[in-house]
């Protein structure tokens, strides 16, 4: 079994910063794909960063410029920098990894959510 969890979010106030990690934990071979999701209440999960084995990533429009993920692929660790917050940031964000274990293959796992919210 493998664990994703999330720490860093909070309240900011808007154009503040906040820095999400998330450590990923237990029978782990190696991490493919990361990536942050988020879900705004009453609405769908939608993809915000994602960030491959060796560094490449790619954003939603919304967040370009403004977010940044990284990965420590030593500690099964990725981070997601969010600058310049505003108010229609405020969501719950999840870590998801394409992670490759010893027996079980590759399986997409997800983190329980850290809160972000961004206030006007």
């Known amino acids: 079994q493998v664990q994703l969890v999330e720490s860093g979010g909070g309240l900011v106030q808007a154009g503040g910063s906040l820095r999400l990690s998330c450590v990923a934990s237990g029978d782990i071979f190696s991490i493919n794909n990361m990536g942050w999701y988020r879900q705004c209440p009453g609405k769908q999960r939608e993809l915000v960063a994602i960030i491959t084995r060796g560094g490449s990533t790619s954003y939603t429009d919304s967040v370009k410029g403004r977010f940044t993920i990284s990965r420590d692929n030593a500690k099964n660790t990725v981070y997601l920098q969010m600058n310049s917050l505003k108010p229609e940031d405020t969501a719950v964000y999840y870590c998801?990894?394409?992670?490759?274990?010893?027996?079980?293959?590759?399986?997409?796992?997800w983190g329980k959510g850290t809160l972000v919210t961004v206030s006007s």
């Open positions: 998801n990894g394409h992670i490759v274990q010893t027996i079980a293959g590759a399986v997409d796992y």
